[in-house]
């Protein structure tokens, strides 16, 4: 019996044991998910401090469902900071960042360090799964950088594919288990053992075959695509602010043609992915030496939506010198109902606001950081405090509250026009554009 064979039916009977390295956004959730389909689940994870909370049971992260799936499962995995105890292990999954530099290319470090580390320990055939976002041709090269630190041979003793999360914050825990995969192996027995791995756990509908470079360019692709289409819709808020016409009723009138389906503009895109994504797949098409236009152009514009609405902001101001620079940020995440602030174009209004000598008091349920200024307690605190509101995440909580409270003295910001109904209720009403 060949390696592959052994390893495969280890694979269909659920024997293999599975290390997930990475126990962050995506290791955390996809660990689980793999002991809740019976597997043998181990976690690496070099930040000791993680290790330790999770080891206590303790969860960082705020997702719908997350804590009950950690309640029944979480005790079953062993999770380390060491590579030392993982040599038994049949599959590695790459739970790993791969964020981007000053110069918009992709650092490559952690999943290379890993790759490292794991050819100087693995004793044994095995499947390397990277779930990582990567530039078009990087796992394949990682498969080399394999092969030459653990000296074994690519398609007799180990398979590499590429099979990346594409899973929604706020919705992880859902979508796992919904979200169609890919298992894109660098050598085509690499992609039939890991589109087996994937059956074992998700729906097998739910799991497409094809190959790594297609694999890495689709992930990248469908990211960049929504960063493209926010583009878009936030340049025409602009030009909309410039003519004094509300965008969201032109979008409204817009979409009523069968063939659009426009977005809706907003203080900007934040996040893990999407601000990335498309640089990434920029810098790939240009190491092929083809040209980038419209991608470079969109992450222009959706970087530039907070000073924009900074610039309304402090127009308010010069206008009205009885105005006080007591402004209330609502809201520090990257989008509605989530806790991570990576990318956070409220952050990013922060920062702007506290550079022009305004005094900003931060209020956000579901974060703790308070970048630097003064976090409140509540709503009614912030209220209390200052005169302009600017409801720059529009936690479904915070949307509800607020038609709760006394707001006659206060200019609202809403960028994300989400409470266009309290114009009534409010001294000054300030949309994205009117």
Not at 315 to 335: C, H, N, P
């Amino acid at each position: 019996m060949t390696k592959y064979d052994e390893l495969r039916i280890s694979i269909e009977k659920k024997k293999a044991k599975v290390c997930v390295i990475g126990m962050g956004y995506i290791g955390l959730p996809t660990a689980l998910f793999y002991a809740r389909a019976g597997l043998d689940v181990q976690g690496i994870d070099t930040n000791e401090d993680l290790v330790t909370e999770l080891g206590e049971g303790k969860i960082r992260m705020k997702e719908e469902g997350l804590d009950e799936l950690a309640d029944e499962y979480l005790d079953s995995i062993y999770v380390t900071a060491s590579y030392e105890s993982i040599c038994d292990s049949d599959i590695y999954v790459l739970c790993l960042p791969s964020p981007i530099n000053q110069e918009n290319r992709a650092v490559l470090k952690y999943l290379q360090d890993a790759v490292k580390q794991l050819g100087q320990q693995v004793c044994k055939r095995c499947l390397i799964l990277v779930e990582s976002t990567v530039p078009v041709g990087a796992t394949e090269k990682l498969a080399t950088l394999f092969a030459e630190e653990s000296d074994m041979i690519l398609d007799e003793d180990f398979w590499v594919v590429h099979c990346p999360e594409r899973v929604l914050p706020g919705k992880v825990v859902k979508e796992m288990d919904t979200n169609h995969r890919l298992a894109g192996g660098v050598t085509e027995n690499s992609t039939k053992l890991g589109e087996a791995f994937l059956e074992t756990v998700f729906d097998s509908e739910l799991v497409h075959p094809t190959t790594a470079a297609v694999s890495e360019t689709a992930k990248l692709a469908e990211n960049a695509y929504r960063d493209v289409q926010i583009g878009f819709v936030n340049e025409l808020a602009k030009f909309c602010t410039d003519m004094s016409i509300d965008v969201t009723e032109v979008i409204r009138l817009a979409n009523l043609h069968p063939r659009v389906s426009m977005l809706k503009p907003g203080l900007g895109v934040g996040g893990y992915c999407l601000p990335k994504d498309g640089w990434i797949l920029v810098d790939s098409a240009r190491e092929n030496d083809s040209e980038a236009k419209v991608i470079p152009a969109a992450r222009e514009v959706n970087e530039s939506m907070p000073s924009h609405v900074f610039r309304r902001i402090q127009k308010v101001i010069l206008e009205d010198s009885t105005v006080k620079r007591f402004i209330g940020l609502l809201g520090l995440s990257f989008k509605p109902n989530v806790s991570d602030t990576r990318n956070s174009p409220s952050v990013d209004l922060l920062r702007l606001l506290t550079s022009a000598g305004d005094t900003v008091i931060v209020y956000d349920p579901y974060v703790d950081r308070d970048f630097g200024v003064q976090k409140a307690d509540s709503l009614e605190d912030v209220i209390e405090q200052c005169e302009i509101i600017v409801l720059a995440v529009p936690h479904d909580t915070l949307v509800e509250n607020l038609e709760d409270q006394n707001l006659e003295d206060i200019i609202l910001v809403d960028p994300w026009n989400k409470v266009p109904h309290l114009q009534g209720k409010v001294e000054r009403y300030l949309g994205l554009t009117v």
